[in-house]
């Protein structure tokens, strides 16, 4: 934490008490600072732990403030306050030494518990026995002393204290276990149930040594935190079977991920894809150091992963996990069942949950399925609490971009404070739903409570696909209130449902109002609405490249997204709707996401072709921007740069997006070509003769324009760099365009896979 760095280690005057030399530095000489009235100290204790932070982002080390800290800790407290029902904690150790009334922690009441019995040491002291060195020595029935049995040696005596740790263990693990009540298949069955472990460590799908358990780790890996919500849902899970792990994110940890995984004997993985087969941007160094790592260093080591990842990427599917997969097996790590991928098109809670069974399978934990019951402590607790990076914003401009009847793309620009990003980053925005929605939810529900309209409105997707295991739960709930024939209904619905994705054509809501005398507060019988809502989908973040290079704000390029219910009536896109109808100086909150890999290098050193289609071309003007920007503050001079080339893709001219401000970086000499392709229009404008002018191609797609252009393409192709933003199958198909002109005027084949390898082709599609 940075806060242990300045103020501790560096401030702290029983270290190195730099503060008077700070504050001399910042203008406060001697006699300023005998006068404590100035606060110098408060504010050379702000400036030092500033220049930590900045130096550690400078050199990209993790760091974590202790604003961001405190509020972990917070989020681990009310985990932990849902699932067992209470917290421990040192106040005086949790409080950062600087700040803290500042932060969330300061205000927080806690209890510091001592186990007992405790392991605390259980050696005789010395000065007692009179033996300095620690011999033991022991009083005969006499009293005088003589020197202790030989026979007990030290190791007799660590052998002493490991069992009392041990026993400690066990009666810490009976203390902390979730007495929550579970069912399985056997409904004369009730309680937390703890199998038998079995003593064999075999290949995969077999049931390991109960050992490992003593010795595991949960590790996630995310973008968004929807794999660390799952992880803390396994860990609940593993919690009610007696076994007690908390997860920790992978950039946490406080050691090299391969010393980590040396001192464990098993792990389980959740791991998120980002983009194109890519890794978690936090995640992904510590990974990939492991490759590096001598064969059979894992040898000892058991591990189940299960990654988050999207079909719409068929080519990478679930491809963080699989390398992760790769790299330990490599390592000689032992996998445990086949590697869990939850789809987020398809049915992403039905493959956790059979993911889940294999693990608990293997490890011997159950060897019988668990279903739903009526209890709210054992409702899957899936209510994301906010993540400590979100930004808060004003909208200070909106505009039209082009609108033919339902469809259109508005340009939106965002002010707030200390924001920090790069061209070619994605800011993550997750939507409200509309104060409409949210009354009704609330009507029906029969609740007036500000924390459930809160919950309604920013935490639950009312209007998404109603998941299954909503629909299971709500048939318990009737069929334990006498409802028979809501709970046959419910089974219809449930056998009309899609099994692949695993949910029902209606919406959350249409459930809801179907369902009324289940949900509403009539039903004497009916668990408490949050019982509800921890089945529901929560709403999950829409990412959008940012199409602007300034980091006092950021600039959006948004698409309404239209279509067609199951029952033919038009819908529209949550978050793009959320959008379009916030009016200028309303507020919205967003969280910058990092791509490193889609980052643009001034001056340009190589030839470069962007490629983009629709709204894809957000990121390119924010990369023109950029090249604006240095070359005014930088002094860098257009011979400087190579070659950079647009090619866009468009239905007909008035789609062409920011298509006045395209001409004028050609005219600035910033584009050097620009080619546009006209899908739905016979008859381009037409194109100008003179150099430096867009090129219209009708009748055609962005990638029949790549392939078709030899005379710029091929400096690209030679040794250049090639950028690809919008829609997956224009990426797909730009890249056998590149393969295609690559073997018929280079003779190089398959010269995208190589491309990717060197990071001379960068995708950001979807």
């Not at 930590?52 to 407290?77: E, Q, R």
């Not at 109808?581 to 309303?586: E, H, I």
């Not at 919205?588 to 470069?608: G, I, N, S, W, Y």
Request: net charge neutral; proline share 4%.
């Amino acid at each position: 934490m940075s806060a242990e760095i300045g103020s501790r280690n560096l401030g702290d005057v029983q270290r190195y008490n730099l503060l008077p030399l700070i504050g001399h530095l910042m203008g406060y000489d001697s006699h300023a600072q005998s006068n404590k009235r100035s606060l110098w100290k408060d504010r050379a204790f702000v400036e030092l732990n500033a220049a930590v932070l900045s130096s550690f982002d400078k050199l990209g080390v993790s760091v974590v403030d202790h604003h961001t800290a405190s509020d972990s800790f917070i989020n681990f407290a009310n985990r932990e306050m849902s699932s067992r029902g209470y917290f421990t904690g040192d106040w005086v150790w949790l409080t950062p030494p600087i700040s803290g009334s500042a932060t969330s922690v300061f205000h927080q009441e806690m209890v510091k518990m001592a186990l007992k019995p405790a392991f605390m040491g259980f050696r005789e002291p010395s000065w007692k026995s009179g033996n300095a060195k620690g011999a033991r020595r022991e009083k005969s029935k006499g009293g005088a002393t003589r020197a202790a049995d030989p026979s007990l040696s030290r190791e007799t005596d660590d052998d002493h204290l490991l069992a009392s740790a041990r026993s400690i263990v066990n009666i810490s693990g009976n203390i902390t276990t979730d007495s929550s009540t579970t069912a399985i298949d056997d409904k004369s069955t009730r309680g937390s149930t703890q199998s038998t472990l079995t003593s064999s460590h075999q290949s995969e799908s077999s049931v390991v040594d109960s050992a490992l358990l003593e010795n595991a780790s949960i590790l996630v890996g995310t973008e968004t935190g929807t794999a660390e919500q799952l992880a803390n849902r396994f860990s609940v899970n593993l919690r009610k079977q007696g076994v007690n792990i908390t997860p920790c994110l992978i950039e946490s940890l406080q050691q090299p991920l391969l010393s980590h995984l040396k001192q464990k004997r098993i792990i389980f993985v959740f791991l998120s894809t980002f983009g194109d087969g890519e890794l978690p941007t936090e995640a992904a160094k510590s990974i990939q150091q492991l490759a590096t790592s001598a064969n059979g260093s894992l040898s000892h080591l058991s591990f189940a992963v299960f990654g988050l990842c999207s079909s719409a990427y068929p080519r990478t599917f679930n491809g963080a996990a699989n390398t992760l997969s790769s790299t330990l097996m490599v390592l000689g790590a032992t996998r445990l069942g086949p590697i869990g991928a939850g789809d987020e098109l398809e049915d992403r809670e039905g493959a956790f949950q059979q993911w889940q069974q294999n693990v608990f399978d293997s490890i011997g934990l159950s060897n019988k399925r668990l279903t739903t019951i009526i209890d709210s402590k054992s409702a899957p607790n899936t209510l994301a609490s906010p993540s400590n990076d979100w930004i808060d914003a004003t909208i200070t401009k909106s505009t039209t971009l082009f609108k033919d009847g339902v469809r259109g793309t508005w340009h939106i620009e965002l002010a707030a404070d200390d924001l920090r990003y790069n061209p070619g980053d994605h800011l993550a925005i997750t939507p409200l739903n509309p104060a409409f929605i949210v009354d009704e939810a609330m009507t029906l529900f029969g609740t007036a409570d500000p924390s459930h309209h809160k919950l309604l409105h920013s935490t639950v997707d009312l209007m998404g696909p109603c998941p299954t295991n909503l629909l299971f739960f709500m048939r318990d709930v009737a069929e334990s209130s006498g409802s028979k024939s809501d709970a046959a209904k419910l089974d219809r619905l449930l056998s009309q449902s899609d099994t692949k994705t695993g949910t029902s054509a209606l919406s959350t809501l249409d459930v809801f109002r179907l369902f009324k005398s289940v949900i509403g507060s009539k039903n004497s019988k009916r668990p408490a609405l949050t019982d509800f809502l921890s089945y529901a989908p929560t709403l999950q973040p829409r990412y959008y490249s940012i199409a602007s290079a300034s980091t006092g704000g950021a600039a959006l390029t948004v698409s309404r997204h239209h279509f067609s219910r199951p029952d033919g009536t038009a819908a529209f896109g949550l978050c793009s709707e959320y959008l379009i109808q916030m009016p200028v100086s309303s507020t919205l909150r967003f969280m910058v996401r990092q791509c490193p890999r889609f980052h643009l290098q001034t001056p340009l050193a190589k030839p470069t072709a962007m490629v983009a289609n629709g709204t894809g071309i957000a990121p390119f003007r924010a990369f023109i921007e950029q090249i604006r920007d240095s070359r005014k503050t930088d002094g860098i001079s257009e011979a400087l740069d190579a070659p950079l080339i647009l090619y866009f893709g468009c239905r007909s001219i008035k789609e062409f997006l920011y298509r006045h401000e395209i001409e004028q970086a050609l005219r600035d000499g910033i584009l050097s070509k620009c080619v546009v392709a006209l899908s739905r229009e016979t008859a381009p404008p037409p194109s100008g003769v003179k150099a430096r002018t867009i090129i219209y191609r009708s009748n055609c797609r962005v990638q029949d324009v790549v392939k078709e252009d030899v005379d710029g393409m091929k400096g690209v192709l030679l040794g250049g760099a090639v950028f690809v933003c919008g829609a997956r199958t224009m990426g797909v198909a730009v890249s056998e365009a590149c393969d295609a002109l690559a073997k018929a005027e280079l003779g190089v084949k398959s010269w995208t896979k190589t491309a990717k390898k060197a990071g001379a082709f960068i995708e950001d599609t979807y």
